[in-house]
């Protein structure tokens, strides 16, 4: 898959939706098709790893990601590195992490990368792997 990484852009400096970088045309088009595929994917429970690697992902759009995985019993490895999620994302995955059903095969979630995310976010999501729940297992990749 493309990345969808816009540090070299020109244009990386003007402020874009909720103070988040503008995007080039280009990169916007091809992280909105990557982001549209992993929605797609989720819902139909077909991959086993969803990448979305560089892919300007924010909170919102992870909210969008947790709701269509709910029931995902294909999914073991989920990418979000290098994005633009904050803590409030370690909240929402360490909401649905303690639902057992919510994708309950799920093995590794990469949260490196993700410039918004505080040590307490992060403690939120080791603290999940720790206690976990109902049995489950998730680990979890962090920090800067």
Same mark, same amino acid.
């Given at each position: 898959?493309?990345?969808?990484?816009?540090?070299?852009?020109?244009?990386?400096?003007?402020?874009?939706?909720?103070?988040?970088? &503008?995007?080039?045309?280009?990169?916007?088009?091809?992280?909105?098709?990557?982001?549209?595929?992993? /929605?797609?994917?989720?819902?139909?429970?077909?991959?086993?790893?969803?990448?979305?690697?560089?892919?300007? =992902?924010?909170?919102?759009?992870?909210?969008? /990601?947790?709701?269509?995985?709910?029931?995902?019993?294909? /999914?073991?490895? =989920?990418?979000?590195?290098?994005?633009?999620?904050?803590?409030?994302?370690? &909240?929402? =995955?360490?909401?649905?992490?303690?639902?057992?059903?919510?994708?309950?095969?799920?093995?590794?979630?990469?949260?490196?990368?993700?410039?918004?995310?505080?040590?307490?976010?992060? &403690? /939120?999501?080791?603290?999940?792997?720790?206690?976990?729940?109902?049995?489950?297992?998730?680990?979890?990749?962090?920090?800067?």
């Amino acid at each position: 898959m493309g990345s969808c990484d816009s540090s070299s852009s020109s244009n990386s400096s003007t402020s874009g939706e909720g103070g988040a970088p &503008k995007l080039p045309p280009d990169v916007k088009t091809e992280c909105d098709r990557r982001f549209a595929a992993a /929605l797609d994917d989720a819902s139909k429970g077909r991959e086993e790893m969803i990448t979305l690697d560089a892919c300007h =992902l924010r909170n919102s759009q992870l909210n969008k /990601l947790i709701a269509r995985l709910a029931g995902n019993k294909q /999914l073991i490895t =989920l990418v979000l590195s290098n994005n633009s999620l904050s803590d409030d994302a370690c &909240k929402a =995955l360490n909401s649905a992490l303690s639902d057992a059903a919510w994708c309950p095969d799920l093995m590794s979630v990469d949260v490196r990368g993700n410039g918004n995310m505080t040590e307490e976010g992060l &403690k /939120l999501l080791v603290r999940m792997r720790v206690e976990g729940s109902g049995g489950r297992r998730t680990g979890f990749t962090g920090g800067g």
